[in-house]
């Protein structure tokens, strides 16, 4: 992955959903180093990245997001969105503890909340497209 994000961890998230954006853009805002990368479920750079990590990974499943680690580890759902708070400097890093919940139980809650986040939040007809001052933080597709 190391050509991809050059060492970096890579947040992939569904870029149609309003929540999933405003996730993103709250992380950006407490990583002023730049040490995340982050890339939509819905472009081909993302199954790139998730076929270079440890998990096969369906990127039409835009349930949620999945962190991939610089050494390929791959995380997904509630695990992904704490182990990418963990790495942040916020009071909310402490919520990597949840981390000792059993995965059933979290996920059984971020799945509800995926369920209806377009309903609650909302629904883009595209992608975000980053500003300028982050787009180096976004990864592209080839081609692109």
């Given at each position: 992955m190391d050509d991809i994000a050059e060492g970096h961890p890579v947040l992939l998230f569904d870029g149609v959903?309003?929540?999933?954006?405003?996730?993103?853009?709250?992380?950006?805002?407490?990583?002023?180093g730049g040490e995340f990368k982050?890339?939509?479920?819905?472009?081909?750079v993302a199954q790139e990245v998730v076929d270079r990590g440890d998990r096969d990974i369906d990127t039409n499943d835009l349930d949620g997001f999945v962190l991939v680690e610089p050494d390929?580890?791959?995380?997904?759902k509630s695990t992904a969105v704490l182990r990418s708070l963990?790495?942040?400097d916020t009071p909310l890093r402490h919520l990597k503890y949840s981390l000792y919940v059993p995965r059933v139980l979290r996920d059984i809650v971020y799945a509800v909340v995926a369920k209806s986040r377009y309903r609650v939040f909302g629904k883009r007809s595209s992608c975000m497209a980053p500003?300028?001052?982050v787009e180096d933080r976004f990864l592209v597709d080839p081609g692109s």
């Open positions: 959903c309003n929540l999933c954006n405003s996730y993103i853009e709250w992380v950006i805002r407490r990583d002023p982050f890339a939509p479920l819905q472009s081909e390929g580890s791959t995380y997904t963990a790495r942040l500003t300028p001052d």
